[in-house]
């Protein structure tokens, strides 16, 4: 009920400001279990896919999202349950990715749509980067679910990272022919079996949203960002103190 009322108010709203285009919408099955993996460009990803399809699809969400204090807290909480998040405490890197697995295989076989993001986190730059081996082709292989590509379109344009208000502009959604690896079933172990089928997923996002392939982690891309900029500043900082103390009486350059 929750989730049909929110349909109604957000998913209409998104598409009557946002007029976002779709192709390959009849891709995805008009009933039964499938999981649609996509690529991650901004926060508002998790919105515009669900608005564009006629039926539920729930991705996973932080946990924080659902546990904040205060009527801020709750209303964040309502509206995340009421677009068909489910949360999953992130704290342990292992437990969050089993529990997001577990998750995954009771919304299949229920018969629904589960989304993922196969890069587990956003891209920090507007590339694509190497999929995560262990959730979707663990929850593809478990429940036999075909596997439905799906590319974004420059919603990082619409917003970025650390952005609150987004900016009024039309993003794209292009949705590519299922994929079945039913015929791997019963090679969960198989790690090799999990980076093939993660990979050649990629290949069809990578395929459809014209991106930039980066064959690393989205996470340890933003570390090495992040390490970077730390240095970046600390240069300009020293620089700075330098030319101060260039600038102070008696400094360097100064007449005695």
Same mark, same amino acid.
């Given at each position: 009920?929750?989730?049909?009322?929110?349909?109604?108010?957000?998913? /209409?709203?998104?598409?009557?400001?946002?007029?976002?285009?779709?192709?390959?919408?009849? /891709?995805?099955?008009?009933?039964?279990?499938? *999981?649609?993996?996509?690529?991650?460009?901004?926060?508002?990803?998790?919105?515009?896919? +669900?608005?564009? &399809?006629?039926?539920?699809?729930?991705?996973?969400?932080?946990?924080?999202?659902?546990?904040?204090?205060?009527?801020?807290?709750?209303?964040?909480?309502?509206?995340?349950?009421?677009?068909?998040?489910?949360?999953?405490?992130?704290?342990?890197?292992?437990?969050?990715?089993?529990?997001?697995?577990?998750?995954?295989?009771?919304? &299949? @076989?229920?018969?629904?749509?589960?989304? *993922? $993001?196969? @890069?587990?986190?956003?891209?920090?730059?507007?590339?694509?980067?190497?999929? !995560?081996?262990?959730?979707?082709?663990?929850?593809?292989?478990?429940?036999?679910?075909?596997?439905? +590509?799906?590319?974004?379109?420059?919603? @990082?344009?619409?917003?970025?990272?650390?952005?609150?208000?987004?900016? &009024?502009?039309?993003?794209?959604?292009?949705?590519?022919?299922?994929?079945? =690896?039913?015929? $791997?079933?019963?090679?969960?172990?198989?790690? =090799?079996? &999990?980076?093939? *089928?993660?990979?050649?997923?990629?290949?069809?996002?990578?395929?459809?949203?014209?991106?930039? $392939?980066?064959?690393? $982690?989205?996470?340890?891309? !933003?570390?090495? *960002?992040?390490?970077?900029?730390?240095?970046?500043?600390?240069?300009?900082?020293?620089?700075?103190?330098?030319?101060?103390?260039?600038?102070? +009486?008696?400094?360097?350059?100064?007449?005695?």
């Amino acid at each position: 009920m929750l989730y049909g009322v929110m349909k109604l108010s957000i998913g /209409n709203g998104l598409k009557l400001a946002f007029r976002p285009w779709v192709e390959g919408l009849e /891709n995805v099955p008009a009933e039964g279990p499938a *999981i649609l993996a996509s690529n991650h460009l901004s926060f508002c990803d998790s919105f515009f896919l +669900p608005a564009v &399809l006629d039926r539920k699809v729930t991705f996973i969400a932080k946990a924080e999202y659902f546990t904040t204090p205060g009527v801020k807290g709750r209303l964040t909480a309502a509206f995340f349950k009421g677009v068909g998040q489910l949360p999953v405490d992130r704290s342990g890197a292992r437990g969050a990715g089993e529990a997001a697995i577990r998750s995954g295989i009771q919304v &299949l @076989e229920r018969g629904e749509l589960f989304g *993922i $993001y196969p @890069e587990g986190t956003r891209s920090p730059d507007g590339r694509l980067y190497r999929g !995560k081996p262990g959730g979707l082709a663990r929850v593809a292989l478990a429940t036999g679910a075909p596997v439905i +590509p799906v590319a974004m379109i420059d919603t @990082e344009k619409i917003q970025p990272p650390g952005k609150v208000v987004p900016k &009024l502009m039309r993003p794209g959604i292009r949705i590519g022919r299922p994929l079945d =690896f039913r015929r $791997y079933q019963g090679m969960e172990g198989d790690r =090799f079996v &999990l980076r093939s *089928i993660t990979d050649e997923v990629m290949y069809e996002i990578m395929k459809l949203s014209g991106q930039e $392939y980066v064959d690393i $982690y989205a996470t340890a891309a !933003k570390r090495q *960002i992040a390490e970077r900029e730390k240095a970046e500043k600390a240069e300009r900082a020293a620089r700075t103190a330098k030319a101060k103390g260039a600038d102070a +009486p008696g400094g360097p350059g100064k007449a005695a």
